[in-house]
């Protein structure tokens, strides 16, 4: 049995408009699990390269994929996922790969 996804880590291109703000509180209300963090990495003309991150109970990515297309954006790629009892970080981690 799954306990389910504790953690996504996204990159995405937005429009300028709607602000990061905006995005951060569609995502959250999702779900009240949902704790979500939003950094901008670039910035151009007319868009944004974001760094998304959700942390909660069951994560459901393709509502939050939803949330962002309606907004405007597009999921560029799916950059870490954590799923099971407890969330692991993959940075917590890096000194032990070889």
Same mark, same amino acid.
């Given at each position: 049995?799954?306990?389910?996804?504790?953690?996504?880590?996204?990159?995405?291109?937005?429009?300028?408009?709607?602000?990061?703000?905006?995005?951060?509180?569609?995502?959250?209300?999702?779900?009240?699990?949902?704790?979500?963090?939003?950094? !901008?990495?670039?910035? *151009? =003309?007319?868009? %944004?390269?974001?760094?998304? #991150?959700?942390?909660? /109970?069951?994560?459901?990515?393709? &509502?939050?994929?939803?949330?962002?297309?309606?907004?405007?954006?597009? !999921?560029?790629?799916? *950059? =870490?996922?954590? %799923?099971?009892?407890?969330? #692991?970080?993959?940075? /917590?981690?890096?000194?032990?790969? &070889?």
């Amino acid at each position: 049995m799954t306990n389910g996804i504790k953690l996504l880590i996204l990159d995405i291109l937005k429009p300028i408009e709607p602000p990061i703000l905006e995005y951060a509180q569609a995502i959250a209300a999702i779900d009240k699990s949902y704790s979500v963090s939003l950094r !901008v990495e670039e910035i *151009d =003309e007319k868009t %944004e390269t974001v760094e998304v #991150i959700v942390i909660g /109970d069951n994560i459901n990515f393709k &509502k939050i994929e939803e949330k962002i297309n309606k907004l405007g954006g597009t !999921v560029h790629s799916l *950059d =870490e996922v954590s %799923e099971g009892k407890q969330m #692991i970080n993959s940075k /917590d981690f890096s000194g032990m790969r &070889k």
